[in-house]
């Protein structure tokens, strides 16, 4: 559940990274073809409201799942537990 849930996250903020690159792309393409500012201002409002949306919700999301569960549930995993057949003592 917890590698699954953050592999989730994860592909969804490249996906949607992938997303606002090519707006941007083609907004820039717009923006430098248009003469109107009016236009242009909404252009470039439209992308910073894709990117705010990107960052604000997708990527902290994100990072909320990997400080709140994955992180924690994967230190639990690696340094909480006894492994089976460990040397007594260590090397050298």
Same mark, same amino acid.
């Given at each position: 559940?917890?590698?699954? +849930?953050?592999?989730?996250?994860?592909?969804?903020? *490249?996906?949607?990274?992938?997303?606002?690159?090519?707006?941007?792309? /083609?907004?820039? #393409?717009? =923006?430098?073809? *248009?003469?109107?500012?009016?236009?242009?201002?909404?252009?470039? #409002?439209?992308?910073?409201? %894709?990117?705010?949306? *990107? *960052?604000?919700?997708?990527?902290? +999301?994100?990072?909320?799942?990997? #400080?709140? %569960?994955?992180?924690?549930?994967? /230190?639990?995993?690696?340094?909480?537990?006894?492994?089976? #057949?460990?040397?007594?003592? +260590? =090397?050298?």
């Amino acid at each position: 559940f917890y590698v699954h +849930g953050w592999r989730w996250h994860t592909l969804s903020l *490249v996906r949607d990274l992938k997303r606002l690159q090519k707006l941007s792309m /083609r907004y820039h #393409n717009k =923006i430098t073809q *248009v003469s109107e500012v009016k236009e242009r201002q909404d252009l470039a #409002n439209a992308l910073h409201d %894709a990117s705010q949306f *990107v *960052v604000d919700f997708n990527m902290a +999301g994100l990072h909320r799942v990997e #400080n709140e %569960a994955f992180q924690p549930w994967l /230190r639990k995993q690696l340094c909480h537990k006894k492994v089976k #057949n460990s040397p007594k003592r +260590g =090397i050298g």
